[in-house]
């Protein structure tokens, strides 16, 4: 991580995120919310576009500020997180996972799995549950009683190289 | 979203009218319909006894491929059983 190199004030910058998300063609809705994230990379740095770069760039920034404790979601923050591993087993690939309030929850969901989601009081708690959620659909899927219609058959496939089953 | 739902108030129905069976041990209620004999749609359906927001109201509409507003009728009684299976056999014979 580069927080150690790092020259800029990140406290100068937050609260003019919104204006630095507009200012990389986000919108304000979009901004990237402030929490800390866990990357060691930046993801999807191949096919990288400039929005996951942005919001790469903007998280990085921002992370090391201290009394983000006391941040509180807004009604449009996305918090972004990656997961490297599901209970003990550990993901082909990280998958990010986008949170966002809902009502008096959050949810947490991946473009890649839509069948997936998980709910809580805290960004912490809905990707906790959907972690859970991700292993028990895999788990659900290993059933082959019944026939699965060729939806379900595909995200069987995915669910199984991403887990490395 | 008008109206607010709780968990109950989704599996319920889907008992009822779906017959979809729930699976209590996983992290959620988790039931399949099954379409003709395939497993179709899942339906997942966290515990407790909250609100549903606006985004999980949406998420899980779309695991049963309703649009909302099918989805309320469902919850709300108008929309059968039997209605619901005709609308998913038009989403099966659409797919290409």
Not at chain 1, 10 to 36: D, E, T, W
Not at chain 2, 49 to 76: C, H, N, W, Y
Request: hydrophobic share 35%; with cysteine; net charge negative.
């Amino acid at each position: 991580m580069m927080e150690g190199i790092m020259s800029i004030d990140a406290l100068s910058m937050v609260p003019s995120l919104s204006v630095a998300a507009r200012n990389y063609g986000l919108s304000s809705r979009q901004h990237v919310s402030s929490s800390a994230t866990k990357y060691t990379s930046i993801p999807s740095c191949e096919q990288s576009t400039t929005l996951t770069a942005t919001r790469y760039w903007l998280q990085h920034f921002v992370a090391p500020v201290q009394g983000l404790g006391n941040y509180r979601a807004g009604a449009f923050d996305v918090f972004v997180r990656t997961v490297d591993c599901v209970g003990k087993r550990e993901l082909c690939r990280p998958l990010t996972v986008y949170v966002v309030p809902d009502g008096d929850s959050f949810i947490a969901r991946a473009h890649e799995f839509e069948q997936v989601y998980g709910v809580g009081d805290s960004v912490d708690d809905s990707l906790e549950d959907f972690k859970l959620c991700l292993l028990d659909l895999s788990e659900d899927l290993s059933d082959v009683n019944t026939p699965y219609s060729s939806e379900w058959e595909q995200v069987r496939t995915q669910l199984s190289e991403l887990m490395g089953k | 979203m008008g109206v607010s739902y709780n968990s109950l108030d989704v599996l319920k129905p889907c008992k009822t009218k779906l017959n979809v069976e729930f699976r209590t041990t996983g992290p959620h209620f988790t039931g399949w319909y099954l379409l003709d004999g395939v497993k179709w749609a899942r339906i997942s359906v966290p515990k407790g006894a909250k609100t549903i927001g606006p985004s999980l109201f949406g998420q899980m509409a779309k695991e049963l491929k309703l649009d909302k507003g099918d989805f309320v009728r469902l919850l709300d009684c108008p929309l059968s059983g039997d209605e619901y299976l005709s609308i998913q056999r038009r989403i099966r014979d659409e797919q290409p």
